[in-house]
């Protein structure tokens, strides 16, 4: 079946919604709704049998749902209509949820339902919940709509308003930063958690700090920090700790509020966006291994089960900054003096990487060379896995991946990669040649032609797609929450195997084989040459198309083809370093 997606941005879903439809045989277009494009003409100039909106911010005109069958996707149960549907969810502490699929008419969310897919709703923030549980019961639903529209004897399920219908219509208003607001004096942590979890990652929470308007983004629980209701308590890489009524929450990242005519602002982590304004507060490091019965905020951890060492790491929206991919490569070091045979790398849930930190970089008195050190951070934490010759390393990728990320994954000896996973092992829409020994390890997995057609082509690919190609060794079938117990699992399994120590010791002969063959090292000068180039030049499309990726601006055309947005997919807010924005459907 020909299908045309219609989005607002190639986000997340999208970019899943159009590799796993690719996968099961469609031919799949993707057309942005732009303000500046009539739909109606681009609609016609596709010719689709089924028009699909996995993400949509507006409604789809009668010209165009008046002449094709126009399925939305909703992220709310059967009943639920308004645009802040997650939002509402997580802020009144909803246990379980649902994705529905409905045919476009005359009015918002009321069409006929094609399918409607239940799903858990865990303690995570709204992005997360997104991007994993929604998003695997919206490529369900999806899925089953179209293979119901296909056969062309389904009869979708009209929606009737209550009273009169069986299932009750709830029309919620779009959830504004009146009902948002924090009491810090009134509010218990858990409400605090759940205003923050609500509004990750867009809008954010909008609150008074040291004087000043800031979105707030992010949000953990801390139990072992106390002081006066809204006071700052200390800082801990990057993030701030702000006292609640009972307790405390650690804070990431701060968004400073737009002024009028000023460029759009963006988030950065909490301590740099303060800068000077920051108090004195202790800087209180989280330990590698913290106490598993503390509820505290790390964003790096390491635990051992027998024979298998886990080192985690989860950093806001995938982005690594110089300073995390430092930090990261310490813990990587410290964790390969452990007497285990497996290292398993990776987060438990959500994303794995994309690779280098743009909004720090944006930020940065001199993005060039904040490039710079980013990129070289990253080359050095790709190069330890590597050169790691003492013990099996496993990339666990519970999440999406993207640019660098993607390769630092295939830095290690094996890749196991959760279903719902969307790689994007490409660096094109951003003028990027790309780094991080890609010229070395991709090859390696996929073959010369297959790589060189990755990087030409930059399009997503679902974890099914990317075992095929032998990108990834193994594909967990699980749900989100279920993946770390997989993997630990498997490790455990992997690290029994007779022929894990040979494989080990062949390590060692392969690297020094590798170095009189072509030492690692050529590949990375070669590399960074190529990047040095790019960071340098003022002129070089990078730059003019990291400050449209971080402030949300539509970049004209994507590099190196001159083709036109709106009908090119382009990793958007999903890829680079940077969450979508899961708050507008």
């Not at 699909?52 to 709310?76: D, K, N, Q, S």
């Not at 920090?225 to 650690?250: E, F, N, Q, S, Y």
């Not at 994507?558 to 507008?584: C, K, L, M, Q």
Request: charged share 25%; glycine share 8%; with cysteine.
């Amino acid at each position: 079946m020909h299908i045309l997606l219609v989005a607002s941005a190639f986000n997340s879903l999208t970019q899943r919604v159009h590799a796993e439809l690719r996968d099961r045989g469609h031919t799949v277009a993707v057309e942005l709704a732009l303000p500046d494009r009539p739909l109606p003409e681009s609609v016609r100039r596709h010719a689709p049998q089924l028009v699909l909106a996995p993400m949509l911010r507006t409604a789809i005109p009668r010209e165009v749902w008046a002449a094709y069958p126009c399925f939305i996707v909703h992220p709310g149960p059967l009943g639920d209509r308004g645009p802040s549907s997650l939002d509402w969810a997580i802020h009144e502490g909803a246990e379980h949820w649902g994705v529905t699929v409905l045919q476009a008419d005359g009015e918002m969310d009321a069409g006929d339902v094609w399918a409607c897919v239940p799903c858990p709703v865990p303690p995570v923030s709204k992005s997360d919940l997104y991007r994993n549980e929604i998003a695997d019961a919206a490529l369900a639903a999806v899925m089953l709509a179209v293979e119901r529209f296909a056969s062309g004897t389904h009869t979708p399920r009209v929606q009737i308003a209550a009273p009169a219908g069986d299932t009750p219509v709830r029309i919620r208003p779009y959830l504004d930063q009146s009902v948002r607001r924090i009491d810090w004096d009134a509010d218990r942590t858990q409400t605090v958690l759940r205003k923050l979890r609500a509004a990750d990652s867009q809008p954010g929470v909008l609150d008074m700090l040291l004087g000043t308007e800031w979105y707030l983004h992010g949000g953990h629980a801390e139990d072992g920090l106390r002081g006066a209701p809204g006071t700052l308590l200390a800082t801990r890489a990057g993030a701030i700790c702000r006292a609640t009524k009972d307790g405390a929450v650690w804070i990431p990242e701060l968004r400073g509020r737009r002024a009028p005519g000023q460029p759009r602002t963006f988030k950065l982590p909490a301590v740099l966006a303060l800068g000077d304004r920051l108090p004195a507060l202790p800087e209180l490091a989280a330990p590698l291994s913290p106490d598993a019965r503390r509820r505290t905020w790390a964003d790096i951890r390491y635990r051992e089960d027998g024979n298998v060492g886990f080192l985690s790491f989860s950093f806001p929206g995938g982005a690594m900054s110089t300073t995390q991919c430092r930090r990261l490569l310490d813990a990587y070091r410290e964790a390969c003096t452990r007497p285990t045979s497996v290292l398993v790398l990776g987060g438990q849930r959500d994303f794995f990487s994309n690779g280098i930190h743009l909004n720090v970089i944006e930020a940065a008195a001199d993005p060039g060379a904040e490039s710079w050190a980013n990129i070289n951070a990253m080359d050095d934490l790709v190069e330890a896995i590597l050169t790691t010759t003492d013990k099996l390393v496993v990339s666990a990728v519970a999440g999406n991946a993207a640019a660098g990320g993607v390769m630092l994954a295939l830095a290690a000896d094996e890749v196991w990669c959760r279903t719902g996973c969307v790689l994007n092992p490409h660096y094109r829409l951003m003028g990027l040649y790309g780094s991080e020994y890609w010229t070395h390890t991709l090859p390696r997995r996929v073959g010369a032609a297959a790589a060189d057609r990755l990087m030409r082509e930059a399009l997503p690919m679902s974890a099914a797609s990317a075992r095929g190609l032998g990108l990834v060794d193994r594909v967990v079938a699980c749900g989100p929450g279920d993946f770390a117990a997989e993997v630990g699992r498997l490790a455990a399994r992997l690290a029994a195997l007779p022929g894990t120590r040979s494989r080990i010791a062949a390590k060692k002969a392969e690297l020094e084989r590798q170095e009189s063959d072509e030492p690692l090292a050529s590949f990375r000068e070669r590399e960074l040459a190529r990047m040095r180039e790019t960071f340098d030049d003022p002129g070089a499309p990078y730059h003019a198309l990291r400050r449209a990726f971080v402030r949300k601006e539509r970049s004209p055309r994507t590099p190196g083809t001159g083709a036109d947005r709106s009908t090119t997919p382009v990793t958007g807010t999903a890829a680079h370093g940077e969450s979508p924005r899961p708050d507008h459907w």
